[in-house]
């Protein structure tokens, strides 16, 4: 959802779910690996989620709460719909003093970088770094982005939200926003990022339309990727069929709401498309009464594409996810009223071994209110995403060291055999 929530400062009228004491517990993956008879001992995943992919025992000892229930928060939590907006508007926005940096992209673009006042002197220079992409015309004012920054800095990492072109209130300089598939930004800021702390790690998380974007990038980008990581929160995934059930029902509130947003980011910068070539209409972008119609105006045509239909055909991130060669965490519900679940390429994930997906059974979109935290705090996902995290921070040289030690010892037998 677009704008940023009211700051709620009363306390819950209903007490949070009671959840059990959790117990940590670790499996080294390189055991896993050199002892194939031998399976790791872990709590299993709840049966209340989906825990799929072609990574899913790979990246299973990173969780150390999977193996409780999702509980909902009562009466928020069991409609997708209030959880949805409650979660928009009510859930608490973290207080962040942010440090804007402003990078001007090859195409003469700009976009706005907010890094977290005071961490260039408190961190050093080798910290893992976490880039946040937000949803459609989201940014760092974001309660869902905010609550995540929060969580990764109390971790020590350093974090920095990535402010497309428009959002934000970062600064327009071209005719040209940014759309599902693009991701030129997303190169050249994790260039920059990568050149500013060659020392450090580099990580993603990406919600929404900004999951979209991230996953594209890392399956286009796959075999020259720097992020060590990556987390896809709430992705549509396919956007032909996101577009057909943003116009459903109540689903349409979501898409008035959105087309708002957008049609507010254009208005500030209608003067620069007026002068221009192409069948950009800005009457159209202007009075345009859904997601769609505003695409078909001015998206479609600022990336070359023939028309609305071929701009969502082609930007669906679910053609991309099979050639991803990183860790990628995708989290999302199954109740889903903005990203439907139909739209998640299931078979794709489970099929790439870098891969593993969480389904919740609720959650709405952007919502998941449930947990310690609920109804006001962070989303149940922020734990989880950070365990993720943390595990290939702290693991990432274990696969290639057992990977080295299962090929030293395939040469040793291969030796024998041939002795």
């Not at 995708?330 to 870098?354: L, R, Y």
Request: charged content about 20%.
């Amino acid at each position: 959802m677009a704008g940023a929530p009211l700051t709620m400062t009363s306390k819950p009228l209903l007490p949070p779910p009671h959840l059990t004491p959790f117990r940590r517990f670790r499996t080294p993956i390189a055991a896993a690996c050199l002892s194939p008879t031998t399976k790791p001992t872990m709590p299993d995943p709840h049966p209340s989620l989906e825990v799929s992919g072609g990574a899913r025992d790979r990246f299973l000892p990173a969780f150390k709460t999977l193996h409780l229930p999702y509980s909902p928060f009562p009466i928020i939590g069991w409609n997708r719909h209030i959880e949805t907006l409650f979660a928009a508007f009510y859930r608490s926005v973290p207080d962040v003093r942010y440090r804007r940096e402003c990078l001007r992209t090859q195409d003469d673009g700009t976009v706005a970088l907010d890094w977290v006042g005071g961490d260039h002197r408190r961190l050093s220079a080798d910290v893992p770094i976490l880039i946040l992409l937000p949803g459609l015309t989201g940014g760092s004012q974001d309660s869902y982005v905010r609550h995540m920054l929060v969580r990764a800095r109390s971790r020590g990492w350093r974090t920095v939200v990535f402010n497309s072109r428009g959002c934000g209130n970062s600064p327009v300089t071209t005719p040209q926003f940014y759309s599902g598939s693009f991701i030129g930004d997303m190169r050249e800021v994790v260039a920059h990022i990568s050149a500013k702390y060659p020392k450090a790690s580099l990580y993603a998380v990406g919600w929404s339309l900004g999951g979209n974007i991230l996953v594209n990038y890392l399956g286009k980008e796959s075999d020259t990727c720097p992020l060590s990581g990556a987390v896809s929160l709430c992705n549509p995934f396919n956007l032909v069929i996101a577009d057909v059930n943003l116009r459903k029902g109540f689903n349409n509130i979501y898409n008035r709401s959105l087309k708002r947003a957008l049609c507010r980011i254009f208005s500030k910068h209608a003067l620069l498309f007026e002068d221009i070539e192409g069948e950009y209409s800005i009457p159209m972008a202007m009075n345009a009464q859904t997601v769609r119609e505003y695409d078909e105006a001015i998206t479609r045509v600022s990336f070359g594409f023939k028309s609305v239909d071929d701009y969502y055909s082609n930007s669906c991130s679910s053609d991309s996810i099979k050639h991803v060669q990183i860790p990628l965490l995708c989290i999302q519900a199954a109740n889903d009223p903005i990203a439907p679940i139909s739209g998640t390429p299931f078979h794709d994930i489970k099929e790439n071994p870098n891969c593993m997906l969480i389904v919740t059974p609720k959650g709405g979109h952007l919502g998941w209110v449930a947990g310690d935290d609920a109804p006001y705090g962070a989303p149940w996902t922020d734990s989880l995403v950070m365990d993720f995290l943390e595990h290939l921070e702290k693991d990432a040289s274990k696969p290639l060291e057992s990977s080295s030690k299962i090929e030293g010892a395939q040469q040793s037998l291969e030796i024998l055999q041939q002795v």
